[in-house]
């Protein structure tokens, strides 16, 4: 009779629906009362083989069916046991309506049959049934029924199940043999007070860029590996992400990291192999994915966070007291706007904090807010209500400090993590969620606005499952878009908790995986060595940026739950580092021998950098100073700057006091006196008057006493000629005067003077190497180097 007062052709009015239900329940009230008194006589009977048959739910369709529609319910029945089932049905259940996101939870939980609590069967012909399932064998069923069969009656969440009835030859009788349930939200007219929802839609990966470049003048990048291009192929997590969320409304929330990294993809790009690198080839597919990211993202508001998401949780708790590590995230933040801005086109918010899983304490608000951000997206099983609330308050909530903490919700927020290959799991995702945010919305006559931030990195499967979810969230009746700011500006609910939880209660699954302070310090480490090898350079960019972006990457959210990873990261930058700080290095010397009172002593920097180096001042000190001295001192400075690919040598003038070895050390600086690189050492043996010197003045003392025997022997010889032949033998060959000084006679002859202008003590020496040439070997000295004297 109800259902005659309904007009042919029109939906039945909720009054009608009511009355149409009431009516039922009393005509039904005597069969109802014989159906109960069987049910208590065999209850054991109806739920004894429950776990016997696996049932799958692959489709429903649509999720969220309103009044004329018709609803489709697909998947698979699978029988587990040794023993054929026969005379299976598969029918479906309307079960009780859930006025509770504890009832949805409870129902979720359950995996028996209970006839009490799972429903009557719509039954008629809205079933399927098999003469036989064979052991280990998969049916296919689908079901299609009208929504008004299935006697829906208030506005609501309604449990929903699929059950499989049957024979086994253990228990020939007919009894539930699997059951799976799930949710279908009924809102058929809309709602009078639509729920404002703000869903995420985060673009964030793992680390891929190292701090390597190459010498060109590009720069080439190098990659980790090349599992970036696997993500934005096509059917990739990220092309998935992308194809998906462009046709949704949704804030785009971006690590700017992952686009610097696909710009970088775009032009020449090598990637580590082994102890060697190749070339990139997957160009195309980095210009395809981005040129869509920017047609997806005009006009949609997008919400950029820090340059490489760092962890906030992990820096309030373990990186706050090394120095330094604060900056980074200031740094991190400012790089990450630019980012957005240069390879998207928009202007980003750089308002939003988002710590993960939306975990919040003091001392991670404060870190979040110290870059500048005035708006921590928290969740609200972190920031729990304390105050008895009957319903969810808007996300919005003063926190103190000007601070405004979004509140997520936690619900459906996780609603799409686990395992979500199969179809059957992700349909039942899709429908709890659905399910949790109807409830929701009748809990209260209020308006709210509600915030779903999921995982950051979401499974293509989980992608999947999320835009499903909330395509049919934004077509339903009781739902209206908005966006993240828009949520963050709605007026709070004055009862809604604000106080941020102690630290105590961050959870220790979380804590367990946060970056260790010993990260942090090395992070410092690694900062502090590229301040002083960024001042010597004529073009410091091009060592900054990729060290800096780098540094950012070390502190990273993504390394969560990769610890190994991770340390291999931060060790790659810190020895990458190093071996260009080494490119700059003093040649080493041996043993030196000085003769003399004075000489030079060379010294040569090798600068192996493509770019030039300055600002530098060579140091040679002698440890001995009462032996030798430098530059009339213990020690003497030279400035030093050395093109790219060459060498300079730096000469010292030095003065011995006394023979015997003196230790001298060549050390380079920064001009604001800090040691650069490692010093050289080496030793000098002074020796004023040498062996080969004795040997000259010996030998010339020798020529001397021999031309004086030859004067005198040649005189006596002269003196008996003129006794023996008187006056007559004037005139005879051989009998004229001699020359008192021939040739043979002036040994004075045989050496030069020594000069006395600039360098006239201390010509080149075969061995010194040659100032500012355009390649210098770096062998050391050979043994027994000589100075210049």
Not at 208 to 221: D, L, R, W, Y
Not at 612 to 626: A, E, Y
Request: proline share 6%; aromatic share 6%; net charge negative.
């Amino acid at each position: 009779m109800a259902e005659a007062a309904d007009f042919q052709g029109t939906s039945p009015s909720p009054a009608r629906r009511w009355l149409r239900r009431t009516g039922a329940l009393l005509a039904g009230a005597p069969l109802l009362a014989g159906l109960i008194q069987f049910t208590a006589a065999a209850p054991a009977e109806a739920a004894s083989g429950s776990g016997t048959v696996s049932v799958a739910l692959d489709t429903i369709t649509p999720a969220a069916p309103t009044e004329g529609d018709t609803l489709t319910v697909s998947g698979t029945v699978t029988n587990k046991s040794k023993r054929a089932v026969t005379d299976a049905q598969v029918d479906l259940r309307v079960g009780p309506r859930l006025s509770t996101r504890s009832d949805i939870d409870s129902v979720s939980k359950r995996t028996d049959f209970q006839s009490g609590l799972d429903g009557t069967i719509v039954g008629g012909k809205y079933t399927e049934t098999f003469s036989e399932l064979a052991p280990g064998v998969a049916q296919d069923f689908s079901i299609s029924v009208p929504v008004d069969e299935l006697d829906l009656g208030d506005d609501g969440v309604y449990q929903l199940g699929v059950s499989l009835t049957g024979e086994t030859s253990a228990q020939q009788w007919q009894q539930v043999l699997g059951i799976k349930r799930t949710f279908l939200p009924w809102e058929p007219e809309g709602a009078d007070t639509k729920t404002k929802t703000t869903v995420l839609w985060p673009l964030v990966s793992t680390v891929h860029v190292t701090a390597e470049t190459g010498s060109n003048a590009q720069q080439t990048p190098v990659f980790l590996n090349d599992d970036l291009a696997k993500e934005l192929s096509a059917g990739g997590r990220l092309d998935q992400l992308l194809s998906l969320g462009r046709e949704l409304d949704v804030t785009w929330v971006i690590d700017p990291d992952l686009l610097a990294s696909v710009d970088a993809m775009t032009h020449t790009y090598r990637v580590e192999s082994g102890s060697t690198t190749v070339a990139g080839t997957h160009q195309a597919v980095a210009k395809q994915w981005l040129a869509e990211l920017q047609e997806a993202v005009i006009g949609k508001e997008v919400v950029a966070l820090p340059f490489a998401d760092p962890d906030l949780a992990s820096l309030a708790h373990n990186g706050t007291s090394v120095t330094g590590s604060l900056s980074h995230l200031k740094e991190a933040t400012d790089v990450g706007a630019t980012t957005v801005e240069t390879v998207l086109h928009v202007t980003p918010s750089t308002d939003f904090a988002w710590p993960v899983d939306g975990a919040v304490d003091p001392s991670i608000v404060k870190v979040a807010t110290s870059a500048g951000a005035d708006k921590v997206i928290a969740r609200n099983d972190s920031l729990e209500e304390t105050g008895g609330l009957p319903y969810t308050p808007s996300s919005a909530r003063p926190i103190g400090g000007g601070t405004t903490a979004v509140v997520a919700d936690a619900r459906l927020s996780t609603a799409f993590q686990g395992d979500l290959t199969g179809a059957s799991a992700s349909t039942l995702a899709v429908q709890k969620f659905l399910a949790s945010s109807l409830t929701l919305n009748q809990q209260t006559d209020k308006q709210r606005s509600i915030v779903v931030a999921p995982q950051r990195m979401p499974s293509v499967h989980q992608a999947q499952a999320m835009a499903e979810a909330v395509k049919a969230l934004q077509d339903s009746g009781w739902n209206e878009s908005q966006t993240l700011a828009e949520a963050a500006a709605a007026k709070p609910d004055p009862d809604a908790t604000t106080k941020v939880p102690s630290a105590s209660r961050y959870p220790s699954s979380l804590r367990k995986q946060e970056l260790p302070k010993a990260a942090f310090e090395k992070i410092a480490a690694t900062q502090h060595k590229l301040d002083g090898f960024q001042v010597i350079l004529t073009n410091e960019s091009r060592v900054v940026t990729p060290f800096g972006r780098a540094m950012n990457r070390e502190m990273s959210t993504s390394w969560r739950g990769r610890a190994a990873e991770a340390t291999s990261y931060r060790d790659g930058v810190w020895l990458y580092l190093t071996s260009l700080t080494d490119q700059v290095t003093l040649i080493d010397k041996s043993e030196t021998k000085l003769s003399g009172r004075s000489a030079t002593i060379p010294v040569t920097v090798q600068n192996n950098l493509v770019q030039g180096v300055d600002h530098l001042v060579l140091r040679l000190t002698s440890k001995s100073p009462r032996r030798l001295e430098i530059g009339g001192d213990t020690y003497e400075e030279q400035p030093v700057a050395v093109s790219g690919g060459h060498s300079q040598t730096v000469k010292f003038t030095t003065s011995a006091q006394a023979n015997g070895q003196a230790t001298v050390v060549a050390q380079l600086y920064t001009e604001d006196g800090q040691p650069y690189g490692d010093a050289v050492t080496f030793d000098v043996r002074v020796t004023e008057f040498t062996a080969t010197v004795m040997l000259v003045i010996g030998g010339g003392f020798l020529l001397l006493v021999l031309a004086g025997f030859r004067m005198y022997t040649q005189r006596k010889r002269a003196a008996r000629r003129a006794g023996d032949g008187g006056d007559d033998g004037a005139g005879e060959a051989g009998d004229g005067p001699q020359d008192p000084e021939g040739p043979e006679d002036r040994p004075g002859d045989d050496t030069e003077e020594s000069g006395t202008g600039p360098g006239a003590h201390d010509p080149e020496q075969p061995s010194d190497p040659t100032p500012d040439t355009a390649a210098e070997s770096a062998d050391p000295s050979g043994t027994g180097e000589r100075v210049d004297r």
